[in-house]
């Protein structure tokens, strides 16, 4: 079993910087796909990155369109921790953010296993 928890979300201006950490614990010793989904009011959750914690075919990480550019997901294996660094923020990055773990590619982008609380964040003026 994984446990995740989210922390770094808040309230910023349109065009500051986020960065959101989400602590892994439980089974460390497997590989997982590590993400972020997001939830807006009154709209559907949606993936907004993944990356994957071993080698080989998923070396990349994978980005909505619509944070390519601005958002960065990194792991960081010393500290089981997955980060999303997000910049050049809008309004409509305004939203519930989860982390979330799953062992597929697929499974972490469409529907994961695993999900954190949440952390939330505001970009208003």
């Known amino acids: 079993q994984v446990q995740l928890v989210e922390s770094g979300g808040g309230s910023v201006q349109p065009g500051g910087s986020l960065n959101l950490s989400c602590v892994v614990s439980g089974d460390t010793g497997t590989n997982y796909h590590l993400g972020w989904f997001r939830q807006a009011p009154d709209k559907e959750r949606e993936v907004v990155a993944v990356?994957?914690?071993?080698?080989?075919?998923?070396?990349?990480?994978y980005y909505d369109d619509s944070v390519k550019g601005r958002f960065s997901i990194s792991f960081d294996n010393a500290k089981n921790t997955v980060y999303l660094q997000m910049n050049s923020l809008k309004p409509e990055d305004t939203a519930m953010y989860y982390c979330?773990?799953?062992?597929?590619?697929?499974?972490?982008?469409?529907?994961?296993?695993?999900w954190g609380q949440g952390t939330q964040v505001i970009v208003s003026s």
């Open positions: 990356v994957y914690t071993g080698r080989g075919t998923y070396n990349s990480p």
């Open positions: 979330v773990a799953d062992k597929t590619r697929k499974g972490a982008q469409t529907a994961p296993r695993h």
